[in-house]
């Protein structure tokens, strides 16, 4: 799931920042992206917005923003969040003219380690049993973790018993009671008779 970490920032008529919300950037994981939304002065009509990205890597790029709700959206992902300084430029066009704000400069201070979070409990951890499965009796029992530091699930591994040695030959058990004749069972020759009762005093009318 990615998280995305929102930054507010508002440009005086100078170029210069007014107002910023959050300039240091703290992540949980390397699958992230920052979303900052720039506000202009009022009076500050544009044919073209242009946002400039310098990373502390060097990488460089130019990305035009989106324009939702009187605000100019970069959204920034991949390999342009990296731990370090990152820079943001923004450029606005008029006609043929261009007016640049001061460098959006953020903070990067890095990525969260699951050891980090863990020890200082920023959340709980759940464990599950995911499968228990058998190896031969010579292998070592092993146990392994398929999900993460924060979802553990175990697989285990156990290694299976030797086979034992055959036992003694168990004393023959007491005779059991022969069942009542028509009630637990019918015999061949109960069957027969029952037919011949069926015969003669049903269908040949000797009732």
Partial sequence: MIKVKEVNVTFSQQGKIADIDNANIFFEGEDNSIKINATFPDGIIADAVFAYIYTASGVQEMVTPEYVDNKYVVVLEGRVVEKGVLK????????QSFMRFMPLVLQIDGFISD????ANKLYSVSVAVDETNTC????????????NSKQVRLKFTIPKGEKGEKGEQGEKGEKG???????????????????SYVDDYILNGSW
């Fill in 88 to 95: 943001i430029g923004f450029e606005v066009q008029k006609d």
């Fill in 115 to 118: 050891d980090y979070i863990i």
């Fill in 136 to 147: 031969e009796s010579d292998l070592p029992a092993t146990v392994e973790n398929v999900g």
């Fill in 177 to 195: 009671d022969r069942p009542c004749l028509g009630i637990d069972y019918w015999t061949p020759e109960d069957k027969l008779q029952l037919q």
